[in-house]
């Protein structure tokens, strides 16, 4: 057993020694960099389009997923090394993508098999980005309430309403979408999952300009939408199972997400750096105290996720611990965000210009303010942690 | 690296003693000790059974008359009688003296006292602390060569179970430097040494610790523990062993108080509906269970790392005391405010938690000293 998986890394390291470009082994400089692939993508380099193809064909965008669909059919250990492998060389992600994270795993539990082998295939090789559609202007934290009917006419589906909060819904090339295809049930039990091409007439998409001044989500307004019965998943008015399915994947990300980004910039160091020591302690001691009660709790939080991951692994369910992995990783990533703001005093002030990267860091600590309300509110997710895991009434 | 998850072994470890508190020592035998006033603060049978067990030997090796169990089982126990309340030498000999022993590398000494922890005959403290405040590098008391022994003499504190200790690890100022950390030396100092008082205190969690006083006292060079100047790292790695075992008997705490809050959340009716019912309490139950799971991960990597000689160590070790100080600060607040008046009598049991917390947290250092320190080994 150690000793094939000792095969396999000494195999996948002398297959990224060879096929992942010297460019993608430096860190991005911003997330400008990152490659989301799609139809309307610009590849930035033909290093950044080879490393796409080249893991698309090996199916290690998607490394633990079936081969039948593309994927790289990776057991748990060996995911494992292909990560240390991918982080020992400082490789680039190949490719960014929610088709990955998100719709993936919902189709490879809930889809028919028609619909694994024509959506999924694309979606490793990146060559069709998604985007969701779950949020409605009245239906937030409330999502089960959402409205946008999907009417059946007989061989297709006629779709009405509006989607907001849809994450780079610009460049979505396909949309995975819950509809409401019963109004006259409780809420849960009318809605449906559903998926279309984003070229399809009648969807306008508009983008929504945040704080930060940037427009990473948009609105999305349907008016008679043909959808095709063949691209409806799962049992119809059960949607909402696979949106609550989907919705732990999201949650999850959101959360690694949170603790990859902790491993990139220690903060005591950068503010040692930046603020200047005095015999080898910072030299603002309150913001050292807010620093070392920050990283305290982010490693901690690492620990924690080392130790349910290997929880996981004896066997034990994740259930709705995801949940508060969700909290409290974003908590985390906002309250390092307000603390590099904090260390770089003045100069995180900056709004334009080429010294600030463009205001990259002020506009970085605005969207996280963010972190905490997508996905689900930090409040629902409190809620989710009283009701699921302490049982708590009401 | 170790998966980060308890073993078959150390599971059994941890039920039997769960077991076995629950039966013989629940929390109302802490309250029959205290209101008895028995000395010295626990059970001296209780502390036989322990024996029988097997506690007092969890981590001393097989070469001693020990189990070898190694210190995540000596950790299981600890949180499991941080649940029940359970007095006992566990922290004071079983970890710490032992500890220092053990790290001392001195095998005359070893092979006279820790089979005697064992067999439970004698306990040994550690007595190393000088002011109010945690400094384990301040060392006053001296210690003047004359011929083939040492003349000690000053004072030490808040020695845990000092008064029925039958030995003393003490540290002591054998040279004065530039550095404070340079220059101690570690000691065994038998109780009935000539020279030698202590003046017993009872504490809020109704545990004794004594004030030791030292008067020409002599010790012979083979009761040294270490190198003569160097004990300052078997002082630190002791100390660190006990933070750890510390922030896993406040494990204990905040699981245990926690988990009564949630029953008395889902019992207690107010307005005609369980209190468990608004969210006003519900977001803080739910906050504070995430800050039990981080504590649960970072007192078991920090056991781990003890067994596994990790040179995360000392980081480790003030993270979980850090961790575990304030989340059994958090719990077992959260325990009396959620229970309303009740939490507040002493006919009830949801308040002697927030007292061991206390001592707990204070001893070896409180939440402040280790982020402190945390911040100072991560470079800042």
């Keep these: 057993m150690s000793d094939d998986l000792d095969g396999f890394r000494t195999r996948t390291r002398a297959w990224l020694e060879t096929n992942c470009p010297t460019e993608m082994r430096i860190p991005m400089a911003s997330e400008k960099e990152a490659c989301w692939g799609g139809r309307e993508f610009t590849f930035q380099s033909d290093a950044q389009r080879l490393w796409l193809e080249r893991m698309g064909q090996k199916g290690w965008t998607a490394p633990d997923w079936p081969v039948e669909y593309g994927g790289g059919g990776l057991n748990r250990e060996q995911l494992k090394i292909l990560n240390q492998e991918l982080a020992r060389i400082n490789a680039r992600p190949a490719l960014i993508s929610f088709g990955i994270s998100m719709l993936g795993p919902a189709l490879l539990k809930y889809g028919n098999e028609e619909q694994k082998h024509r959506f999924l295939p694309p979606i490793v090789r990146g060559e069709i980005r998604w985007a969701q559609g779950y949020s409605e202007p009245n239906a937030g934290s409330d999502l089960a309430n959402l409205q946008a009917p999907a009417v059946d006419m007989g061989d297709h589906y006629l779709l009405n309403g509006s989607k907001i909060w849809t994450s780079y819904g610009d460049y979505g090339d396909w949309m995975f979408c819950l509809v409401r295809t019963d109004p006259d049930v409780p809420k849960h039990s009318g809605i449906s999952f559903m998926l279309f091409d984003m070229k399809t007439p009648g969807i306008t998409v508009r983008p929504i300009k945040l704080i930060s001044g940037r427009s990473p989500f948009c609105e999305v307004f349907f008016e008679d939408v043909r959808i095709p019965k063949a691209q409806q998943v799962g049992e119809l008015n059960k949607g909402w199972g696979i949106a609550k399915y989907l919705l732990t994947h999201e949650r999850e990300m959101i959360s690694w997400a949170g603790l990859s980004s902790a491993g990139s910039d220690p903060l005591g160091e950068t503010a040692i750096n930046v603020i200047g020591g005095n015999d080898g302690k910072l030299d603002d001691s309150i913001l050292r105290a807010d620093i070392a009660r920050f990283e305290a709790d982010e490693m901690a939080f690492a620990l924690t996720i080392e130790r349910i991951r290997d929880e996981v692994k004896a066997g034990v369910s994740l259930g709705a611990v995801s949940s508060w992995f969700k909290y409290f990783g974003t908590e985390l990533n906002k309250q390092r965000y307000d603390l590099m703001m904090d260390i770089h005093g003045n100069d995180a002030l900056a709004w334009t210009g080429e010294a600030s990267n463009d205001g990259k860091l002020a506009r970085d600590w605005l969207r996280t303010k963010g972190n905490s309300i997508e996905g689900g509110t930090s409040e629902i997710q409190l809620n989710i942690v009283a009701k699921h895991i302490l049982g708590l009434p009401g | ?380």
């Design chain 2, 1 to 380: 690296m170790m998966a980060l998850v308890i073993n078959e072994e150390q599971t059994m470890l941890r039920d039997a003693a769960r077991d076995f508190l629950n039966n013989r020592a629940p929390v109302s035998h802490h309250r029959q000790l205290r209101d008895s006033g028995e000395e010295p603060g626990f059970s001296r049978d209780l502390w036989a059974e322990m024996v029988e067990m097997g506690w007092a030997s969890i981590i001393i090796p097989e070469e001693f008359g020990g189990l070898d169990y190694g210190y995540t089982g000596l950790g299981l126990v600890l949180e499991e009688s941080g649940r029940t309340l359970t007095p006992s030498p566990l922290i004071s000999t079983a970890l710490l003296g032992t500890s220092a022993l053990i790290l001392s590398g001195n095998q005359q000494l070893c092979e006279q006292w820790l089979p005697q922890i064992a067999s439970g005959e004698k306990l040994v403290s550690l007595a190393f602390e000088e002011s109010s405040q945690h400094r384990p590098s301040t060392v006053e008391t001296g210690a003047e060569p004359e011929g083939k022994a040492y003349c000690l003499n000053g004072s030490k504190i808040a020695v845990m179970d000092g008064g029925c200790a039958d030995a003393f690890i003490v540290s002591v100022r054998t040279r004065r430097g530039e550095d404070p950390c340079e220059g101690i030396s570690m000691f065994l100092v038998p109780a009935d040494s000539e020279g030698l008082s202590t003046k017993t205190t009872k504490l809020l969690d109704n545990h004794r610790a004594c004030d030791l006083q030292l008067k020409n006292v002599m010790v012979g060079r083979h009761q040294l523990l270490g190198s003569l100047h160097g004990g300052c790292d078997i002082l630190r790695q002791t100390l660190d062993r006990g933070r750890i075992g510390m922030a896993a008997e406040m494990l204990g705490i905040a699981i245990e108080t926690f988990e009564r809050t949630m029953q008395y959340l889902k019992e207690r009716k107010q307005f005609g509906v369980p209190i468990g019912s608004f969210q006003a309490l519900q977001h803080r139950a739910a906050v504070l269970f995430g800050e039990i799971e981080l504590c649960k991960s970072v007192v078991l990597k920090a056991l781990q790392a003890i067994d596994e000689n990790s040179d995360q160590l000392p980081l480790l070790a003030s993270l979980a005391k850090a961790k575990c100080g304030q989340t059994a600060k958090l719990a077992t607040a959260e325990g009396i405010q959620m229970h309303g008046g009740i939490g507040m009598t002493d006919a009830f049991e949801i308040g002697f938690f927030i007292k061991r917390w206390r001592a707990l947290n204070q001893q070896l250092g409180d939440s402040r000293f280790h982020l402190d320190r945390f911040a100072r080994l991560k470079g800042y």
